[in-house]
């Protein structure tokens, strides 16, 4: 039996309050004006490869994918878009750049704008953005500006007198060139990557910096390109198929670490513990900064290497090396949570004649975690033009990363004794 244009309207319209409802009660719509965008805008008409079930899942659309079948442009999660939405804080009248196009996201936008603000939407690919240019009148958006450009360098005349309102961003940014292209007060929302951690953040520009002061969102997003594109800095430890990386940082040495993964590591271990469903990002970002050459260890799944079992899943480790020995973080299950999933101990193995060393210094900064950061809601970040700020005094300064246009400063608050949890006994023993 043929489904008629009208019937797929009408499930296409039910489908579309579904999804609203589910985002309300996750909490990831807020107000009125974002359930109202998300209420209006059709998002299977910007999806028209997928079914309509697809469409209003609540989970990416993938619309382009390279020669290795890596997804380079994508509808993004609803329930992300939401937050990120909410968190751009757009109201009538206000000017907005999206940087990473598509077609459904600049709708949104341009419907939190309404008739008297603008939306300009900017994609490096013209393969996408000439989906946006037709999806979008289609959708009834034609007033949105469709830009193909390297959002690296904004062409010239893209960018308002006085800047944008708001920039949001929906590819995975390794940098933000874009703070001289936001208003005094406007709001900034990027997928900023930190030692190859992703996180949504939302910034408000305040005497030309940006400052974040919501909780920070784990994230992924299909990857910048162009010359914003990010380079991971990986190394190989020839003969084990262990890869290490440093995107913040200067890549050490590891052709001398070969040894260290050939023998059992010790283990140090922290007696700080975490649930099995119990997000542990956080911690790995306060690592990141914390600890000079700081890096992230991933094992190549066919390598077989015994020594780093197992080794890390979905997720490359915290890792650091010394010399020619080297720590990483993991974990231990050591009873049962109160969800039933599983309750885990932070410990650091050691590899090398010295791994200890750093097993202990790494194992230090998970305790001044647990002792005085772990009941903090969120770190505050800021972001200035790295023109403007002087010239470190060390090659490592905690929990800033220096990127090409900017430097990031992750500001960690301190909570009051009476509200952190005890932790247990340190001990470095040879497994």
């Keep these: 039996m043929t489904t008629s244009p009208a019937t797929e309207i009408s499930d296409a319209s039910e489908l579309r309050h579904q999804l609203v409802e589910q985002l309300l009660d996750g909490n990831h719509i807020r107000s009125a004006a974002v359930e109202h965008a998300f209420r209006t805008v059709p998002r299977h008409t910007f999806a028209p490869g997928v079914s309509v079930q697809a469409a209003y899942a609540n989970d990416i659309v993938a619309t382009r994918h390279n020669g290795d079948g890596a997804v380079t442009s994508s509808i993004s999660a609803p329930w992300l878009q939401a937050d990120m939405l909410e968190a751009a804080r757009i109201q009538p009248g206000h000017r907005v750049l999206e940087i990473g196009s598509g077609g459904y996201n600049a709708a949104l936008l341009a419907e939190l704008v309404g ?227 599983g309750l885990y101990e932070f410990v650091v193995h050691g590899y090398g004649a010295q791994g200890h060393l750093p097993a202990r210094e790494m194992a230090a900064q998970v305790e001044q975690w647990q002792r005085n950061h772990r009941r903090a809601r969120f770190p505050l970040i800021t972001a200035r033009k790295a023109a403007e700020c002087a010239p470190a005094d060390t090659d490592h300064e905690p929990h800033v990363f220096t990127k090409k246009h900017t430097r990031i400063t992750v500001s960690w608050p301190s909570v009051p004794a009476s509200a952190v949890l005890p932790t247990g006994p340190k001990s470095c023993v040879p497994s």
């Design 115 to 341: 008739p008297t603000g603008h939306v300009t939407t900017l994609d490096i690919d013209p393969a996408v953005t000439e989906r946006a240019t037709s999806f979008l009148p289609e959708a009834g958006y034609d007033r949105v500006s469709v830009v193909t450009a390297d959002a690296e360098h904004l062409p010239t005349g893209v960018v308002p007198e006085g800047g944008f309102d708001a920039i949001v961003v929906t590819v995975d940014a390794w940098d933000l060139p874009w703070i001289g292209a936001l208003a005094e007060g406007g709001r900034l929302i990027a997928p900023l990557r930190l030692h190859g951690y992703h996180w949504a953040i939302g910034f408000t520009k305040a005497k030309g910096a940006l400052h974040s002061d919501e909780p920070l969102v784990v994230c992924g997003f299909v990857a910048m390109q162009g010359d914003g594109a990010w380079n991971r800095n990986s190394r190989t430890v020839p003969g084990t198929g262990v890869h290490l990386s440093w995107e913040d940082g200067t890549p050490l040495p590891v052709d001398q670490l070969t040894p260290a993964l050939t023998r059992e590591p010790t283990v140090t271990r922290t007696g700080v513990t975490v649930g099995g469903q119990e997000p542990f990002d956080l911690l790995q970002l306060y690592l990141a900064g914390a600890l000079p050459g700081f890096c992230r260890l991933e094992v190549d799944p066919d390598s077989g290497h015994q020594i780093l079992n197992p080794p890390p899943p979905h997720w490359p480790a915290a890792a650091i090396v010394r010399g020619t020995s080297l720590a990483r973080l993991a974990h231990e299950r050591v009873g049962d949570g109160d969800d039933g999933t």
